[in-house]
């Protein structure tokens, strides 16, 4: 690295701002990420497509991270933009919020909705632009800071305050705090960073739509009477039916769950009393995932359970189902509960069982910054299904139970249970009406008492979900039309975005490999997510913790290169390579057969090598390169590129996405200049 590398392009302290460079370069930074991560949580739990469709929010606010760094230079302005279109966006999704039509019934799925509000070809666009422009003016401040400092150390405080924006956003989200907090945070964070002259204009653009987004998001915390669960905004009501007290709960405008008597519940519908009859073994212990409120969990202990352990993702949920479930399943000493994944409590756990339950899990949401990965995705796979095959006591049975929607979804779960189990289960289709379905297997086929035998599965059902792609809602091995039409749409945006705000393109043109190498991290990062989720669970703690590592591996990286005489980009980039090719050669399975303590460490490895190698490379280039604003803009539109790349993983597999990676450095590598690599 030169020594011009590590000088400041221009000579700081220009921005006539009373805060800093480096304190305020640090809270521009933490507030951009914070921001991002509360637009994408809060626009999703009032706008139900964004519940299946939060990658989209991310690319919007990659796009507008883009053009802020690349709108530096181009204005002396100041961004009070940003405040305005965020009390805009805040107003229009409580004006015209998207929820899901109470008389809609069953699993949802990729778009098999019916919705109350706006179509998605309307509001996905408005989010995504309204994202965009939010996001652009906390880039635009933090792009003003780079100039100020030399490049590798105002990346550095980069990372700094985007880690600090991740700890406060999980802070609050551990203490379950409503968006009215976030609000707030947002407010302080606009008032300490824009710089406040004219007067006139800093209160008119900045503190009246600042105060009113918090009084907004303040009447809906105070009349929605929502829990703000890490993954949802649940609300319920309580009525009676048939002289029954029912607590009906919906989470993101979606009805989720009703807190309901067993002896009632057993009445109403057959599907949860068949597990107990198709099994010929008594059910002392039982394994209830996706306990919920309760009503599965009051089942079991009315069917004679001794133990039950009962595991729920969402902490919001078994609160709820301790104090508003009339049977107080909770409450009995015969109950363990588990606030955790249910694939992941399957992989940990040494017990056996009677009988293991997946008692309609379905939640309503993704895992975020993942495509299409939701919460349950790992919970339907057929390595799933053996693992829950070996937590089974000799004679024991495994069932599960839904709306499943399509006749095929039902045939696609029987057979993965066949092929796991080695035999064929139970089926019993209770209800045509949204494909009510309860599907037993046990350890041996005497073991289980079938009404009549499965016909198997009719032409054209899928083969089993796998952990590699575990879309068991996706028909066909092919991204959904809406997605590709989207996708389209959000590029072509993109393109006429950048062209708009940042002039032309050959201003990015010196930089194509550091696009490139944006591209690929964000397929990198996407792997580091799903991989973890499926060998530590979908929870929230450990998407944050995810998130985070990625963030240390590359400041670790920065650090590295700033501090010592690092090798070559030619040599870099092998070490890139091979570290890509552990990735490719280790599999998950493996890894799941370690003890949880040796697993981190093996999944560290090899998840952050080439993260870590791929930064070091990044680190460099940038080091080097003539315009840190428009570099740094350039490898962040690319994570934008990334993000839709993405969803290759519903036809390729997220193993797959190594190698699409693998391509993508490499043509970064080639487009690297000669002088860079020398």
Known sequence: MTLEAQKPVESGGTSGHWLAVRPRLILASAFMLFLELALIRWTGSNIVHLSYFTNFVLLGSFLGIGLGFLRVGRTTAQPYYSPVVLFGLVMVVLVFPVTVDRDTEGVLYWTSLST????????????????????????????????????????????????TGIA????????SAPPVVWGVLAAAAYGVLLVPRPRAAYLGLVTVPSLAVVGLL????????????????????????????????????VPHQQAVPAAARLQWEAQYGLPYQRAAARPDDVLIVGAGSGTDVAIALSKGARRVDAVEIDPKLRELGGSAHPDKPYADPRVTTHVTDGRAFLEQTDRTYDLILFALPDSLTLVSGAS?????????????????????????????YNYYRESWLVDRLAATAQRAFGHAPCVDVVSTTGHQAVITAATTPDAQRCAAPWAGAAAGTPPPADDDRPFLYLKDRTIPSLYLITLGLILAVSLLAVRVVAGPYRRMRPYADLFLLGVAFLLLETK?????????????????????????????????????RTPPLTVMYG??????????????????????????????VVAFLPIFAANVVFAKRFADTADATTSFGANLLGAMVGGCLEYLALVIGYQALLLVAGVLYLGALVLAPRKALA
């Open 116 to 163: 109350v509000g706006p179509p998605a070809w309307i509001s996905l666009p408005v989010v995504f632009c309204a994202a965009a422009l939010v996001l652009m003016g906390p880039a635009e401040l933090v792009g003003r800071c780079f100039p100020e400092l030399p490049r590798l150390e105002a990346y550095r405080y980069d990372l700094i305050g985007s880690l």
């Open 218 to 253: 303040l009447a809906e915390t105070l009349t929605a009477g929502a829990l703000w669960s890490p993954y949802y905004k649940v609300t319920h009501r309580q009525f009676e039916q048939l002289g029954v007290p029912v607590t009906d709960i919906a989470v993101n405008g």
């Open 528 to 564: 580091s997510v799903t991989g973890f989720a499926l060998l530590f669970g979908t929870t929230w703690v450990v998407n944050a913790i995810v998130f985070a590592g990625v963030l240390v591996a590359v400041l670790a990286a920065v650090e590295v290169t700033r501090r010592f």
């Open 372 to 400: 299409s990965l939701r919460l349950e995705s790992y919970l339907f796979t057929e390595e799933a299904m053996r693992a829950a095959r070996e937590r089974l006591k000799p004679g024991g049975a495994f069932s599960m």
């Open 575 to 604: 070490v890139l390579f091979a570290g890509l090719l552990l990735a490719w050669l280790v599999p998950d399975a493996w890894l799941l057969s370690l003890p949880v303590p040796v697993r981190a460490v093996a999944a560290v």
């Open 168 to 175: 406060v956003f999980t802070a609050l989200s551990f203490l």
